[in-house]
């Protein structure tokens, strides 16, 4: 009976860890996307302030959230978010606003990769 | 290289834990799906081990759920009969009254070198001896002997014996096993006189094993040369 008791928490355990894994990358992914789309419609504005203030977000809110992130993501998909945002980065500081909307757009794919890995769907689990 | 020691490490632990979990059997002695749960697991943590790209959870999930419904299974399948002819099938009897089952040994894709093998691993050379053979649901064969081929046994020959109750080691590498001591009746004051009467120190005994009538053996260890 132990045993049994056992095996019950640790599938309760188990659907835990699935579903908070799920609702963490969802969030995550979602606010980074929302703020590389920011980041990609601020690179309209030429001379603007705002490429580099936004891609610097973007960094912090990253390496904030990155720590969680690598224990659920296969970790080639966090080493590519990594250097894309340090890209981002540079080209906001030299103002190359046309390789910047191409990383804003490369990050934005790896996000979406990352949080349609965790969906349950039938091409997922196939 | 010392994160996959870590990782390799932690694995090792979750590993050992899991098993346990699931309870002692022989690998001889696993069901079917017993024995593809084990091999999965090893597989399933072999990946993160090699591989340091990959999450730890992903494994200890994947482990965690097939323990938990292998125990789930097994418990229900004990509870319910029907389950458990699912899952573990049925035993199979592939000669009945001394005459081989043709049928049945064609199912089971059993040939008569195989038959006659699993009869002589049951020390049976002569297949005329056999009055029963059933190959059960782990794949092993259980063999009834006719009647005048059954080995003599104290009940057949009519003899009387003494049950010596079950022999348990009460001194290993001079150590003392108390756990022991429930099984053959012993304390610490009849361990000790034993113990002086060998002449012997508890340090210098290898093993020390007693049956349940209270009587004891005692071997010394080896002089160091």
């Not at chain 1, 928490?9 to 188990?14: E, F, G, P, S, T």
């Not at chain 1, 891609?55 to 959230?65: A, L, N, V």
């Not at chain 2, 323990?67 to 099938?89: C, D, P, Q, W, Y």
Request: aromatic content about 4%; overall charge positive; some cysteine.
């Amino acid at each position: 009976m132990k045993r049994v008791i056992a095996a019950v928490i640790m599938l309760i355990m188990v659907g835990f860890l699935c579903a908070s894994g799920y609702l963490y990358t969802k969030k995550t992914t979602d606010k980074l996307i929302a703020l590389t789309e920011l980041a990609y419609n601020s690179a309209e504005e030429k001379g603007s302030e705002k490429p580099k203030k936004i891609s610097r977000e973007i960094k912090e809110k990253w390496e904030k959230d990155k720590k969680i992130l690598v224990t659920i993501t296969r970790h080639e998909n966090s080493d590519k978010l990594d250097e894309y945002i340090d890209k981002l980065i540079f080209f906001g500081e030299t103002n190359d606003m046309e390789k910047y909307r191409e990383t804003c757009t490369e990050i934005k794919s790896v996000l979406c990769h990352i949080r349609d890995g965790e969906r349950i769907s039938v091409g997922n689990v196939m | 290289m010392s994160v996959t020691l870590i990782r390799a490490a932690v694995l090792y632990i979750f590993v050992i834990f899991m098993i346990k979990l699931m309870g002692k059997r022989q690998i001889g002695e696993m069901q079917p799906a017993e024995l593809v749960i084990t091999i999965l697991i090893s597989e399933i943590v072999t990946v993160p081990m090699q591989d340091n790209s990959t999450p730890l959870i992903h494994s200890v999930i994947a482990v965690m759920l097939l323990v938990s419904l292998e125990i789930i299974l097994s418990a229900l399948s004990m509870k319910f009969m029907k389950l458990r002819t699912i899952v573990e099938g049925n035993p199979i009897i592939v000669i009945r009254n001394g005459k081989i089952e043709q049928k049945e040994l064609q199912r089971l894709r059993m040939t008569m070198d195989d038959l006659l093998e699993a009869l002589r691993q049951k020390d049976v050379f002569d297949i005329n001896d056999v009055n029963y053979a059933i190959v059960e649901t782990n794949g092993t064969m259980s063999v009834l002997l006719k009647a005048e081929k059954q080995p003599l046994t104290a009940e057949s020959a009519k003899i009387k014996l003494n049950d010596k109750g079950l022999p348990c080691a009460v001194i290993i590498d001079g150590k003392i096993i108390k756990e022991s001591y429930g099984d053959c009746g012993m304390t610490d004051e009849k361990l000790m006189k034993t113990v002086k009467e060998s002449e012997l120190k508890l340090k210098d005994i290898l093993l020390m094993v007693t049956d349940g009538k209270g009587e004891s053996t005692v071997i010394r260890k080896d002089k160091k040369p």
